[in-house]
């Protein structure tokens, strides 16, 4: 588990129906470059995806960028064009994320989304347990 700062959370989320998920074994030692890959797995998990701040070489850009490969719902939060901090932000904007201004934004668009997930989820359900063969 990296950071080894969540090992003491481990009992806690797999008590509570969580999991841990990793392409990887558990005495694998994290490296620099896995880190392209454990941000493809976040931003594939999730249902969207959402920028607060992203500068355009870091972590954050990259889970954003996965998450526009993947076809997975990017919202980006703006940020100021001339503090770099945010140019990650707006390149992501004009590469096809979603720009969220306030709370109502986020509200209505992560609605929908979950809308959308859950219709989903029910029809895989249905098929798994006796319905259509549509995903078989």
Same mark, same amino acid.
């Given at each position: 588990i990296y950071p080894s700062s969540l090992l003491e959370w481990r009992e806690d989320v797999l008590s509570l129906g969580g999991a841990f998920v990793s392409e990887y074994e558990d /005495? &694998? =030692? &994290?490296r620099k470059h896995l880190f392209a890959q454990r941000n493809r797995l976040i931003s594939a998990l999730g249902c969207l995806t959402l920028i607060v701040e992203a500068r355009r070489r870091s972590g954050t850009f990259l889970t954003a960028k996965q998450a526009l490969e993947q076809q997975r719902p990017l919202l980006v939060l703006p940020g100021h064009p001339c503090d770099p901090q945010f140019m990650g /932000? *707006?390149? #992501? #904007?004009? @590469?096809?994320?979603?720009?969220? /201004? @306030?709370? =109502? @934004? #986020?509200? *209505?668009i992560f609605h929908a989304e979950v809308q959308t997930l859950s219709c989903f989820q029910e029809e895989v359900f249905s098929s798994l347990v006796g319905g259509s063969n549509r995903y078989h």
């Open positions: /005495s &694998m =030692q &994290m /932000s *707006l390149d #992501l #904007l004009r @590469d096809g994320g979603t720009i969220v /201004s @306030d709370a =109502q @934004d #986020l509200e *209505l």
